[in-house]
Structures are given as structure tokens and as C-alpha cells.
């Protein structure tokens, strides 16, 4: 099963609103990333936060993470039509020994109306 | 441009075919990770090759198997295709072994069809 559910499943907004979109994963965690993909093309890393910290900014994006409730959010301010794409979230566990693998959620389908 | 390079983009083949998918991760990563991406199952991880050895394995079928080459550059083989194998096959690598932060930095990917 999948260790990171994105909510909503897709969102639909116009441009200049705000887009928030939830991740909820199950174990624990080193670190949480928030990865981007334009249809049929490779993601794109776009932001990484680690256990012990609580809110991360980059740009137009702003991460938190609660880990007493094993949830990450995604915000998009100021959202542009070229920020339509999936986003998807993606979680490091151990797969056996002192190795890890990401898992990476479904998605959220982000839809920026002009 | 991530600076990984799949190839080939697209690949038509029939069921029973055998197929070699390559990756060349960008200069200076020794970590080269290979994903399955279809409309049911999502983005699964398949297996991970660090520096030339098997690092981290996930959902891969016995059917498909992978390495990575002194060079680094890696390929996947996967044979007896079945038609639910049609996905994207997505490379991506990064410094280090996951598990220390590492951003993994994704390939175009290789869109796979079988007929």
C-alpha cells in the first residue's frame, strides 16, 4: 500500500488563488519531499523537510509538517497557470538493513484556471 | 533538463518481447533509482543501484531485473512482457544513497506499449 496519500485526489482553482493539498503517511520518517510532474514528463524535486522541522518556504511554496499526525501540506500562493500539474509527496522508510527507498503517494491533480 | 538521460523515449513491443531501458544519472551521481509509473498502481519504486551495487529493491517483478555499469549508467531489463507492463518507466539518481535527504533528480522517462 502506499505510505503517502495526497488529498485532495484533484483541485481545481483560478489563477492568483491560493492551492493547498495534503499528504498523509502511515510509519515514520526521515524526511518528507513534495515532487512536481507535468503531464507524462519526470518529476521535479521541489522541496524536502526533514523530521524535526515544522514549516519550510520556497518561493511561492510553504511546507509544514506534523509529525504527531504523520501529515505534510503543500501551499501554493499566488498560483499561476503553468503551476497546473500533479504534485505528489514522497516519504524515505527503511526497506531493510540502513537502506531507504521513497514512496511516493497518488498525487494531487492541480488545475490553475487563467 | 535534469541532466538524466533515458532513452529510448517510446518503445513498441509485444507480449512475450524482452526489452533494455538505459539511464545515464547526471555527472557526479552514484545513485541511480528505477520507478514504474501506471494509471492503477501509481509511481512504484522498482530498485535502487548504488555505485555499481544493489542498494534498495522494491515492488520488481522477478521478470525484470536491473545493474549499474562502472560508468554508472544503468539499464533495466524486462522480459516475457505482459500487457499490464505498459507504464512509464522513470530513472532518476542522486548523490548518495537514499535516506540521508538525498534529492533524487528525475529522467524524460521511457513510455512503454505492449501490444
Known amino acids: 500500500s502506499q505510505q503517502g496519500e495526497e488529498d485532495p485526489q484533484a483541485l481545481s482553482i483560478q489563477e492568483g488563488e491560493n492551492a493547498t493539498m495534503n499528504c498523509s503517511y502511515k510509519?515514520?520518517?526521515?524526511?518528507l519531499q513534495w515532487y512536481r510532474q507535468n503531464s507524462g514528463r519526470g518529476l521535479v524535486h521541489l522541496i524536502l523537510?526533514?523530521?524535526?522541522?515544522r514549516e519550510k518556504h520556497s518561493g511561492r511554496l510553504r511546507v509544514t509538517l506534523d509529525t504527531s499526525k504523520k501529515s505534510s501540506s503543500l501551499l501554493i500562493t499566488a498560483s499561476r497557470a503553468a503551476d497546473t500539474a500533479s504534485y505528489f509527496c514522497?516519504?524515505?522508510?527503511?526497506?531493510?538493513?540502513?537502506?531507504?527507498?521513497?514512496?511516493f503517494g497518488k498525487g494531487t491533480l492541480l488545475t490553475v484556471n487563467p | 533538463d535534469s541532466g538524466v538521460t533515458q532513452t529510448p523515449k517510446h518503445l513498441i513491443t509485444a507480449t512475450g518481447q524482452r526489452v533494455t531501458l538505459r539511464c545515464s544519472p547526471r555527472?557526479?551521481?552514484?545513485?541511480v533509482y528505477w520507478y514504474q509509473q501506471s494509471l492503477d498502481q501509481g509511481l512504484q519504486f522498482l530498485i535502487q543501484?548504488?555505485?555499481?551495487?544493489?542498494?534498495a529493491k522494491g515492488n520488481i517483478l522477478e521478470r525484470f531485473s536491473a545493474q549499474q555499469f562502472p560508468d554508472l549508467h544503468s539499464e533495466l531489463n524486462l522480459s516475457s512482457l505482459e500487457l499490464g507492463d505498459s507504464a512509464l518507466y522513470f530513472c532518476?539518481?542522486?548523490?548518495?544513497?537514499?535516506?540521508?535527504?538525498?534529492?533524487?533528480?528525475f529522467g524524460p522517462g521511457t513510455r512503454l506499449t505492449v501490444l
Open positions: 514522497a516519504t524515505d522508510a527503511e526497506s531493510g538493513g540502513s537502506n531507504y527507498k521513497l514512496t
Open positions: 532518476a539518481s542522486s548523490v548518495g544513497p537514499a535516506g540521508d535527504g538525498d534529492t533524487q533528480y
Open positions: 523537510i526533514r523530521s524535526n522541522e
Open positions: 543501484y548504488y555505485n555499481g551495487e544493489e542498494r
Open positions: 510509519t515514520s520518517i526521515n524526511n
Open positions: 555527472s557526479g551521481d552514484l545513485s
